[in-house]
């Protein structure tokens, strides 16, 4: 399949069950099927996680940026496969390697997703994801997925 130019909140919303305040991913940017995804989340002071993370200084919990991307990687697996992902098969998280964070990610702030399949095998898929805020990486990291 050909690079996509977006996909709005209503197909994620079909495709992934995460609903407010859980969905993490507002548009996919461009896809290659099989291959990568562009994803978007903007940050808001109205996150219910700002109000405890931290209300003097609200920085957006990594666990939710790493959550995003994984989010972001269930779309792609979803987007490239035929039949089950499309008919209510569901991708769960299975693994984190490597994980680091760069920068602070606060309001105001719009986050990029870029993910890209490493392998697959099976119902397993290797997932390299990056966050990035403009031109700077927040976070990285390897996920690992499977389709239930």
């Known amino acids: 399949m050909p690079e996509v130019s977006s996909v709005e909140i209503q197909e994620i919303m079909r495709l992934l069950p995460h609903r407010y305040p859980f969905l993490l991913v507002d548009r996919v940017l461009d896809y290659t099927s099989g291959e990568q995804l562009h994803g978007l989340k903007n940050?808001?002071?109205?996150?219910?996680?700002?109000?405890?993370?931290?209300p003097i200084e609200p920085v957006m919990p990594g666990v939710l940026i790493i959550e995003g991307l994984a989010?972001?990687?269930?779309?792609?697996?979803?987007?490239?496969?035929?039949?089950?992902?499309?008919?209510?098969g569901l991708f769960y998280f299975t693994g984190i390697d490597k994980a680091k964070f760069r920068r602070k990610v606060v309001p105001g702030d719009q986050l990029i997703y870029d993910v890209s399949i490493n392998k697959r095998k099976g119902s397993f898929i290797k997932i390299s994801a990056k966050a990035f805020v403009g031109d700077e990486l927040a976070a990285q990291a390897e996920l690992t997925a499977a389709l239930a």
Do not use: C, R, W
Request: hydrophobic share 45%; aromatic share 10%; proline share 3%.
């Open 43 to 54: 940050v808001t002071i109205n996150e219910p996680f700002f109000q405890g993370h931290f």
């Open 71 to 88: 989010q972001a990687g269930g779309l792609l697996a979803a987007l490239s496969l035929d039949g089950e992902a499309k008919e209510g």
